[in-house]
């Protein structure tokens, strides 16, 4: 029987993803927008099992998020993760200040350095590539390029266009460039982000051209198809110690009827790629896929578990806050046992909110909590941005269910808090199984109050595709955590996990 695995290897907002190998071992960078800490990095053995390993931006002097509604799908945009000269280096772009910048680590786990800025660097989705007698070069979406002196960000030369992509498709960006065999191979995503997105590349006898399309092109896209993924773009490339080639690349898993909606966010998927008259040829893309020629290896620590006590006085890599995190207002070290929340903003609808999450990374999943709202006001929250999210709020005596949509803000449901102040919150999304007509949602988030014994009090039923890129625009995904709305919150435990089957 041949051996498969599933598509996306990074399923939830793991979008922008780039790869590199070092020896037997591979470690992946993807986009983090207005979240920090900012890049999760994650590290496999086989391109196929992946564990997060740390946050390449994780201190506060690294990574700057002004707390501003408009920022929502600002940040950190794109990265590109290279090993060169025995360190690791990781370019990317704040789009919310000050531009583009590098840091470097000897352990992709970290520490990560202090960015070097790149202030004459104009533009997104940088890349990093140095030829044998360590000329570096910066390659940026439009597509143009500079050569830079990475350790000082300094620009040596005038920076130039160098290839526009093909067939006048919008949007040309996320440039990789990489020297294999005889040629200089420049790959980029074009069509846009959306449905229209492609994988296209060209080659040179240097660096910097001139460069000659792919006949090919694009490599790969699903644009006009019925696929069950789409998006398909923004990839990078890896040869495996056996001398084989992949492609990590971003897609989406629309849901429901028409247009499609997906609610994860832009996933990190993989695709094997083999070459033909010096060219890639991108292999089959599938949700169950055939495994790479070598034996899977499972990082048997790499499973996250469901359930986070609070015991540990730091949180586990894969908890985002909005924008910033300190021990004033997120913390484990005030109540043994407990995650306490100090209030900022007055709501989610707020950007400085203080919010914790996690990443939603399965289409059918749940998600519970014991709150404390003793001395405030919050509880659990699925977010997509500020103006799209759904909560289960509990405080002032009173369990709450609010929808925020657009312009539209409106308490839905509402309870009797019990006396003692503290309630189990719960929230499920059910992916649709059945499209019904056109208009079918992708799913349906139920919110429901649970009882010591177990049974559960539905307080409402929404449709998920308001919390949807189609409907919010951006290019985020699902998020879904704990927040504080007013005064001191506490919470014993948090859940996440997917039915039974």
């Known amino acids: 029987m041949t051996a498969t695995f599933s598509n996306p290897i990074l399923p939830g907002f793991h979008p922008d993803p780039s790869v590199c190998r070092v020896g037997e071992d591979y470690y992946l960078a993807c986009s983090s927008f207005e979240y920090f800490p900012g890049i999760p990095l994650f590290h496999s053995r086989d391109l196929v099992h992946w564990r997060q390993i740390g946050n390449a931006l994780d201190r506060p ?15 950190i945009y794109a990265p590109t993760l290279r090993h060169h000269d025995g360190r690791f280096w990781l370019i990317t772009t704040n789009v919310s200040a000050g531009g583009n910048f590098l840091v470097t680590a000897t352990d992709p786990a970290g520490p990560w350095s202090d960015p070097v800025p790149l202030p004459e660097v104009a533009g997104i989705d940088p ?33 130039g266009r160098i290839w526009s992509g093909t067939s006048g498709s919008k949007a040309p960006e996320a440039p990789h460039l990489y020297r294999i065999g005889e040629y200089w191979y420049l790959m980029i995503a074009e069509g846009g982000t959306e449905r229209g997105h492609g994988v296209s590349i060209a080659r040179a006898a240097g660096p910097n051209g001139p460069f000659e399309p792919c006949p090919a092109n694009p490599i790969l896209t699903h644009r006009g198809t019925e696929h ?7 990839a990078d490339l890896v040869q495996g110690p056996d001398g084989s080639w992949w492609m990590v690349l971003l897609g989406v898993r629309p849901g429901g009827g028409t247009p499609g909606w997906h609610v ?21 893309l599938a949700l169950d896929q055939p495994a790479p020629p070598w034996p899977l290896q499972p990082d048997t620590s790499a499973a996250e578990p469901e359930r ?35 209030a900022v903003g007055d709501s989610l609808d707020a950007a400085d909110v203080t919010f914790i999450g996690r ?13 404390d ?38 308490t839905v449901a509402t309870q009797a808090l019990p006396a003692s102040g503290t309630a189990t919150l719960v929230v499920d999304m059910a992916a649709t199984t059945q499209v019904r007509d056109a208009r079918t949602g992708p799913d349906t988030v139920t919110f429901a109050v649970e009882e010591a014994d177990g049974t559960r009090t539905q307080l409402a039923q929404l449709d998920g595709r308001y919390l949807s890129t189609e409907v919010a625009g951006g290019f985020t995904g699902r998020v879904i955590g704990l927040y504080a709305a007013s005064g001191v919150v506490h919470f014993d435990w948090f859940e996440y996990g997917q039915p039974p089957r």
């Open 61 to 75: 002097g690294q990574l700057s998020l002004p707390p501003t509604t408009g920022s929502s799908s600002g940040g």
């Open 127 to 159: 890349d990093l590539a140095w030829e044998e007698d360590g000329t570096c070069w910066c390659t940026v979406a439009g597509v143009s390029q500079v050569r830079i002196d990475p350790y000082t960000g300094r620009t040596l030369g005038e920076q």
């Open 228 to 234: 069950p993924i789409q998006n398909t773009g923004h």
């Open 264 to 284: 994860l966010g832009r996933e990190t998927y993989l695709a094997p790629v083999s070459w033909a008259d010096g060219w890639p040829v991108v292999g089959e």
């Open 308 to 342: 986070d006590d609070f015991d540990l006085s730091e949180f586990a890599p894969r908890w985002i806050s909005l924008r910033s995190r300190s021990e004033q207002t997120s913390t484990t070290k005030e109540r043994p046992g407990w995650l306490t929340l100090h």
């Open 359 to 371: 990443r939603q990374q399965h289409t059918s999943c749940f998600a519970r909590t014991l709150v």
């Open 373 to 410: 709202a003793t001395s405030g006001r919050g509880g659990l929250a699925l977010r997509l941005d500020e103006q799209h999210h759904y909560e289960i709020e509990a405080g002032d005596g009173q369990v709450r269910v609010i929808a925020r949509i657009g312009s539209l803000r409106t």
